[in-house]
């Protein structure tokens, strides 16, 4: 399984930015699908998190200002990031599991929130 995030970019505290990970390969198995991001020093923490029947999961600190959804004819989800804060800068993963032992890793995107 391949994916490719994009989306990223620099956006002031406030607006928004919409992630997509499309994914390609043996995508048959894929099961859930997630976003994390991580910031230097940091360990890299979920943000957000579909199942393949539409189930959500938020971290608390983006509930109610970011939405994942999934394209499943389209293999793709996405990260809709409202009312963002400089704390959400980080680089944002996409992710794909397609067992319970088994995740694949997108190459990560760059968002930057100025205050």
């Known amino acids: 399984v391949q994916l490719q995030a994009s989306g990223g970019g620099l956006v002031q505290a406030g607006g928004s930015l919409r992630l997509s990970c499309a994914a390609s390969?043996?995508?048959?198995?894929?099961?859930?699908m997630g976003w994390y991001r991580q910031v230097p020093g940091k360990q890299r923490e979920l943000v957000a998190s579909?199942?393949?029947?539409?189930?959500?999961f938020y971290d608390d600190s983006v509930k109610g200002r970011f939405t994942i959804s999934r394209d499943n004819a389209k293999n793709t989800v996405y990260l809709q990031m409202n009312s963002l804060k400089p704390e959400d800068t980080a680089v944002y993963y996409c992710?794909?599991?397609?067992?319970?032992?088994?995740?694949?890793w997108g190459q990560g995107t760059k968002v930057t929130v100025s205050s």
């Open positions: 992710t794909a599991r397609t067992s319970v032992t088994n995740s694949y």
């Open positions: 390969g043996s995508i048959f198995n894929i099961g859930a």
């Open positions: 579909i199942t393949s029947y539409g189930s959500t």
